[in-house]
């Protein structure tokens, strides 16, 4: 009956939008003599959305589904990651198992900093400090797995301290960009590397790049960053010029 009530009340949401754990307690009554029955329920009501992520994972697989639209098309961030996850393991053959899954909030990064996640990687934080910097003090956190890092920062920050502080000043805020020429063959790019390394050369450099849109271009990008929008726009521009 218990299982009945989990699984096929009419209050109970479809598997495929549940989003919150299925709890069972069983109160006044043996642990040894329940533990089997609530583990025998739990693990239905495991296979009823198993099954139904089942045909999404297929979908993605077959490719009838793309894999960047599982956030959307389920509503839920952490199910999506998990069919992901299993469809890209499906499809190379290859065991995710030593990448996490499970305690990470995927609704915090839906639109945010990572697409299409599969899991989450950890990295230690360490703190320096304090930094006196400006007149007020800072600690600064740094995740990194590089040994002695925060260690050196941290004797670095404690010297600045010990002189009085730094001050800083802002000259300007952006993003510089400049174009790459690119050759057929390595040996006609090692060409124009000596070329430009030739200081005999110079004159005749500034004269061509001066009348052409060769130039660096700064982009005021505020806290974004952006590189595929930037080379985008370099492309645009070149084409225009």
């Known amino acids: 009956m218990m299982a009945d009530s989990v699984t096929k009340g009419a209050s109970q949401p479809s598997p495929l939008h549940c989003t919150e754990p299925v709890k069972l307690v069983a109160c006044g009554v043996d642990n040894g003599i329940m533990e089997p029955v609530l583990k025998e329920v739990v693990s239905s009501v495991d296979r009823v959305y198993h099954d139904e992520d089942d ?23 952490r199910r999506a990651a998990a069919i992901r996850r299993e469809a890209l393991q499906r499809t190379t053959g290859r065991s995710l198992g030593g990448l996490p899954l499970e305690g990470f909030d995927y609704n915090a990064i839906l639109g945010q900093c990572c697409e299409m996640p599969v899991g989450y990687v950890q990295v230690p934080v360490g703190v320096a400090g304090p930094l006196l910097l400006d007149g007020a003090e800072y600690t600064v956190p740094m995740a990194t797995t590089e ?16 002189s009085g502080g730094a001050t800083s000043v802002v000259l300007r805020d952006g993003m510089s960009r400049a174009p790459v020429v690119r050759f057929a063959t390595a040996n006609r790019a090692s060409e124009l ?5 030739d200081p005999l050369n110079f004159d005749t450099l500034a004269v061509i790049f001066n009348k ?16 595929c929008c930037f080379l985008f726009l370099f492309f645009h521009i070149f084409i225009y010029f």
């Open 193 to 197: 590397k000596f070329f430009l390394e």
């Open 55 to 77: 045909v999404v994972i297929d979908s993605v697989v077959n490719g009838n589904v793309p894999s960047y639209s599982l956030e959307s098309r389920l509503g839920d961030c």
């Open 147 to 162: 040994g002695c890092l925060v260690a050196s920062t941290n004797r670095g920050c404690k010297a600045i301290y010990a």
């Open 212 to 227: 052409s849109v060769f130039s660096s271009m700064v982009f005021c990008v505020g806290g974004g960053k952006g590189d």
